[in-house]
């Protein structure tokens, strides 16, 4: 029950792009959120890094599509920030 309430509740910050919900809903149980903190480590940053390296790769081939999950998306670590350390200019596109 409490998993399909916080699937629920990311889905409505994600539905209405509400990248602030998305944060606080995926941080860590000590911030309010409902991830212990070495949850959001193995299962978001850790992934976040491993994805980098791909994703540059190909980026070199031609215009290119990258999906992943909102929780990849926000916070210290995201896939976004990572990309921007590297030197990429990153937008957000609502839609």
């Given at each position: 029950?409490?998993?399909?309430?916080?699937?629920?509740?990311?889905?409505?910050?994600?539905?209405?792009?509400?990248?602030?919900?998305?944060?606080?809903?995926?941080?860590?149980?000590?911030?309010?959120?409902?991830?212990?903190?070495?949850?959001?480590?193995?299962i978001l940053k850790q992934r976040n890094k491993t994805?980098?390296?791909?994703?540059?790769?190909?980026?070199?081939?031609?215009?290119?599509?990258?999906?992943v999950g909102a929780g990849h998306l926000v916070g210290?670590?995201?896939?976004?920030?990572?990309?921007?350390?590297?030197?990429?200019?990153?937008?957000?596109?609502?839609?």
């Amino acid at each position: 029950e409490n998993a399909k309430t916080e699937m629920l509740a990311l889905y409505g910050c994600y539905k209405t792009s509400d990248v602030g919900c998305l944060t606080k809903t995926l941080g860590s149980k000590g911030n309010g959120g409902s991830l212990e903190n070495w949850q959001l480590d193995l299962i978001l940053k850790q992934r976040n890094k491993t994805w980098i390296p791909v994703i540059e790769k190909s980026l070199t081939t031609g215009p290119s599509f990258v999906a992943v999950g909102a929780g990849h998306l926000v916070g210290q670590g995201s896939v976004l920030e990572l990309l921007k350390n590297e030197g990429y200019t990153v937008e957000r596109v609502k839609f």
